[in-house]
């Protein structure tokens, strides 16, 4: 059993930049990877970054070169850095955990204004 929290989301101006966070708890030593996830208005929730527990990190085309997803394993914590954010970033941030099983955060929401 594992439970994520993600915190960080708020208002921005295209532009602006913001820092997601997702803490995990319970049996977190059997999490092989995490990832981050978004869903717009309107729109199927699309996968964003993933991160290994050996460090490797991948992204989205639409977010390469603007976001960063990285790790602190001491606090249990992936982060999402996002910069040069868009209009079109806009919408609830899923943090997701992968391992013996799949978990999900609650999401948090992440508004661009223009």
């Known amino acids: 059993q594992v439970q994520l929290v993600e915190s960080g989301g708020g208002s921005v101006q295209a532009g602006g930049s913001l820092r997601l966070s997702c803490a995990a708890s319970?049996?977190?030593?059997?999490?092989?990877?995490m990832g981050w996830f978004r869903q717009g208005p309107g729109k199927e929730r699309e996968w964003v970054a993933g991160?290994?527990?050996?460090?490797?990190?991948n992204y989205a085309d639409s977010v390469k070169g603007r976001f960063t997803i990285s790790s602190n394993n001491a606090k249990n914590t992936v982060y999402l850095q996002m910069n040069s954010l868009k209009p079109e970033d806009t919408g609830v941030y899923y943090c997701?955990?992968?391992?013996?099983?799949?978990?999900w955060g609650q999401g948090t929401q992440v508004t661009v204004s223009s």
């Open positions: 319970g049996s977190i030593f059997s999490i092989n990877a």
């Open positions: 991160i290994t527990s050996d460090g490797s990190t």
């Open positions: 997701k955990a992968f391992g013996r099983g799949e978990y």
